[in-house]
Structure formats: structure tokens, C-alpha cells
């Protein structure tokens, strides 16, 4: 069965640093597009951090631009999302995703957009607070 699980959330200082972890298993994330998409309470899916599925260029959204880093380690299935310098603004429940089969998304807009993707996980909560 094809699964993606988060982990790697909690309580964290502004100025702190997570590492979110995204396992996959089932199915091989090497030559699909990932996203890293967060959703605050009472707010819609905003994407963060995406993967494309071609050189597995990054891109960033812009108010995390120089704070996260995504990446990917293939032999181990999972994509990283290294989060420094959070804000309280950062505060919300982190999903990675992906699809199943895979499909192109080669471009910024393309790959960021929550909306693109068909398979995500149960999600890992981040709270940045004093």
C-alpha cells in the first residue's frame, strides 16, 4: 500500500529550527514532484516547498525563502524540509505530497500549488511560540 508519513513537528522557539521528515513506502518517490504544503487553522493549503520531478529543482515560497531548504535522500525514500529561523507565522500542520502515477510539474507555479497534487499524508503539526 502506498503511504507518506510526516514526521518530525512540535513546539519550537521563534528563531528555532525543525527537520520535517517524509517517508514514503509502497511506491517510489525518486521521480515524482513533492510538496511540503502547511495548513494554519481556519486557512486554506499554502504551499511551502516543492520538488520537480525533472532535476528535482526546488522552489520556495516567498516568506520562506533563506529559512527552509527541502531535499531528498533517494535510498532512504523520504524528503527533508530543514525549517531555520521560525516565525509564529510558520505555525501549522505540515503535509508532504505527491502523486500517484506521477505527473509533470516542471514549473514554479505548477509545483507549488497544493492543488496539483492527488496524495498526501496524515501531516505533522508545527507550533512556533514563545
Known amino acids: 500500500q502506498e503511504q507518506l508519513v510526516e514526521s518530525g513537528g512540535g513546539l519550537v522557539q521563534p528563531g528555532g529550527s525543525l527537520r520535517l521528515s517524509c517517508a514514503a513506502s509502497?511506491?517510489?518517490?525518486?521521480?515524482?514532484?513533492v510538496i511540503w504544503f502547511r495548513q494554519a487553522p481556519g486557512g486554506g493549503r499554502e504551499g511551502v516547498s516543492c520538488i520537480d520531478n525533472s532535476g528535482s529543482i526546488p522552489y520556495y515560497t516567498d516568506s520562506v525563502k533563506d529559512r527552509f531548504t527541502i531535499s531528498r535522500d533517494n535510498a532512504k525514500n523520504t524528503v527533508y524540509l530543514q525549517m531555520n529561523s521560525l516565525k509564529p507565522e510558520d505555525t501549522a500542520l505540515y503535509f508532504c505530497?505527491?502523486?500517484?502515477?506521477?505527473?509533470?510539474?516542471?514549473?514554479?507555479?505548477?509545483?507549488?500549488?497544493?492543488?496539483?497534487?492527488?496524495?498526501w499524508g496524515q501531516g505533522t503539526q508545527v507550533t512556533v511560540s514563545s
Open positions: 509502497g511506491f517510489t518517490l525518486n521521480d515524482n514532484a
Open positions: 505530497g505527491t502523486n500517484i502515477p506521477v505527473r509533470d510539474l516542471t514549473r514554479r507555479t505548477l509545483c507549488l500549488n497544493p492543488s496539483h497534487y492527488n496524495f
